[in-house]
């Protein structure tokens, strides 16, 4: 569309004086109470001198009114200590070339209207498939791997066995306790949906890294209670990485004398025997087959470092405790390099259940019939072992997982046959399912090609509407067009569960931030996701195991999706949330994982 003059006149200005963006928005309003019309433009920088307004998208107040209002549209903003209120007269994105307007864009919405009526389904029990029913209804003391990839149902037949298997005790007069372990709080709180549907009652559901530091703290007496935050990705590498057993056997050998004037407990004393001796961390390194290194060992042996100082507080204790009250409530060593001063980290639970089980140690902790642990890729192999002593005599475990979705890549995660030998589950039966539920098949074709065959090929405008992708001229230029897709999305289907799923946690707060500029929309980096209509921003470690009716996986970039095994399967993991709609954008050069 051709650029009105007033409007190329304003972007020529400006641009004289401030970098412009290839696309820019244009904004107009005539403030209420004075009846004076203004314009100004939004990029990424702000500049206000005379009559030339520009304003920082990210950031001004203004700028909200750009995106939502249109043309026509009374405004009320609160700013500071005042109020400002007008009616939009123009509203429009502008291209720019050169420092010239070349023309009007209207904001790209995805070609896929959503439906105008919710899934008949939605809340409803599925009815299992024969291979499905059959792998629910094994005997009790068999045990049971669940592959297949995403959309499949793996959840789904954990789950119902575990139903089954509680009926079935319960209709021979039995005491029955099943326990249900995920790595998320997020599918924590769908299995709990999904059990309470099933009227399961009294079944625990806990996340893996909670129920191992509750079960340590039980075992071991003296461990800190509080848990380490500040653990880098070296560090949590090497604690879990399956090579730790060749320092492990070294520290079974050796025998411990307790001294009562050690302040350490005997299991705090031996986690610093192992963690504080650098020549044992380099034998764990070098047995690791190239995994681990000399960062790893240097950032394990800093960490520990920190982990066994005393803390503020302790090292005063003689001062009245009113005056180590620190103004924000937090602890005095809270955000400094001494904040994981008497702490203990996750990863330190397994160790020391593997080192009391080398020496054969038993402990009065509880036990369950059955065990289902889902997502268990994710699982490193000591923690499956600890997993294992947990499982009574005469009971079974259901692994339920997905190679393909291995995204952390320090579980060490080797194959079902390993992951069952390490859960001590003996002859398990193996099924692998192979119907796709959840996706539209365009869907999971571009999700198949991610993991079989990259780069996968991106949808053309004329393909499967189901499936969507679009490169936009720049974030501003992204962040209206998401903007504009979602907020026509939700109108027409007010029902919609939405996910904006970010690379991390960092990513996904600056679309959050960003998005809220015109929507309103829910940030979840802690796994509570209330399963409700909406628009949520999370990341791919928050949506494993999870679907959502659309998916949006903004940046689809190199910078954030570099070419990286762990990234590709992340990439697989959040384009598989999608039931029936998956748009995928850029602002910049499109990811090598897709092309």
């Given amino acids: 569309m051709p650029v009105p003059d007033h409007v190329a006149a304003l972007v020529q200005r400006a641009a004289e004086v401030v970098p412009l963006p290839p696309v820019v928005g244009y904004l107009a309003v005539e403030d209420t109470g004075r009846h004076r019309r203004r314009q100004m433009l939004l990029a990424g920088r702000g500049h206000v001198a005379n009559d030339l307004v520009v304003l920082d998208w990210r950031s001004a107040p203004l700028a909200t009114v750009f995106f939502r209002h249109d043309a026509g549209d009374s405004y009320e903003l609160a700013v500071d200590d005042r109020d400002l209120d007008g009616v939009v007269i123009e509203r429009a994105l502008v291209e720019v070339h050169g420092g010239r307007a070349v023309a009007l864009r209207t904001e790209r919405v995805p070609a896929r209207p959503p439906p105008n009526e919710p899934p008949a389904s939605r809340g409803a029990l599925p009815v299992l498939d024969p291979v499905q029913q059959r792998a629910v209804e094994l005997p009790a003391d068999r045990g049971l791997v669940v592959d297949g990839e995403a959309g499949v149902g793996k959840t789904l037949v954990g789950m119902y066995r575990v139903a089954h298997l509680a009926r079935v005790a319960a209709e021979a007069g039995r005491t029955w306790r099943a326990l249900v372990l995920t790595p998320t709080a997020g599918l924590r709180r769908l299995c709990r949906v999904l059990a309470d549907r099933l009227g399961i009652v009294g079944l625990d559901i806990a996340i893996v890294d909670d129920w191992l530091l509750e079960r340590a703290r039980a075992a071991f007496r003296g461990l800190p209670e509080r848990t380490s935050r500040d653990a880098g990705a070296e560090v949590i590498r090497l604690k879990r990485h399956p090579a730790v057993r060749i320092a492990l056997a070294a520290i079974a050998r050796r025998r411990h004398r307790h001294d009562p004037e050690e302040p350490l407990s005997r299991a705090r004393g031996e986690l610093l025997a192992l963690w504080g001796d650098r020549q044992l961390l380099e034998q764990i390194a070098a047995a690791s087959d190239g995994a681990l290194g000399a960062r790893e060992v240097a950032a394990v042996a ?294």
């Avoid at 642990?373 to 600890?386: H, S």
């Fill in 302 to 595: 800093a960490h520990t470092h920190v982990q066994f100082t005393t803390t503020t507080e302790d090292q005063h204790r003689h001062v009245d405790a009113d005056r180590l009250v620190t103004v924000d409530g937090l602890r005095l060593d809270e955000g400094t390099p001494l904040g994981d001063a008497d702490s203990l980290d996750v990863e330190d639970a397994p160790v020391l259940f593997e080192l009391a089980r080398r020496r054969g140690q038993r402990f009065e902790l509880p036990r369950w019939d059955h065990v289902f642990v889902d997502e268990a890729q994710l699982i490193a192999p000591m923690e499956l072992a600890a997993i294992g002593d947990a499982v009574a005599a005469g009971g079974a475990v259901t692994l339920a997982g997905d190679h393909r979705q291995a995204t952390d890549d320090s579980t060490a995660f080797a194959g079902w046959d390993p992951a069952v030998a390490e859960v001590g589950a003996g002859d398990c039966e193996r099924v692998t399912l192979a119907i796709g539920y959840r996706s539209t098949p365009a869907i999971t074709a571009f999700a198949r090609a991610l993991v079989s065959s990259p780069p996968a090929s991106l949808p053309t405008p004329a393909g499967d509407p189901s499936l969507g992708a679009t490169a936009f001229a720049g974030d501003l230029d992204q962040i209206a067009g998401v903007i504009a897709a979602l907020d026509a999305a939700t109108r027409a289907a007010p029902w919609l569960q939405i996910a904006v799923v970010g690379r991390n946690a960092d990513h996904a707060r600056r679309l959050h931030r960003e998005l809220a500029r015109g929507l309103d929309p829910v940030l979840v980096l802690d796994g509570e996701f209330d399963f409700l209509p909406g628009i949520q921003v999370t990341t791919i470690g928050q949506v494993q195991g999870l679907e959502f009716d659309a998916v949006v996986v903004p940046d689809l970039a190199p910078g954030f999706y570099p070419e990286r095994a762990e990234v590709q399967r992340g990439l697989y993991v959040a384009v598989t949330r999608a039931r029936g709609w998956l748009w995928l954008t850029t602002a910049a050069a499109w990811s090598p994982l897709v092309a």
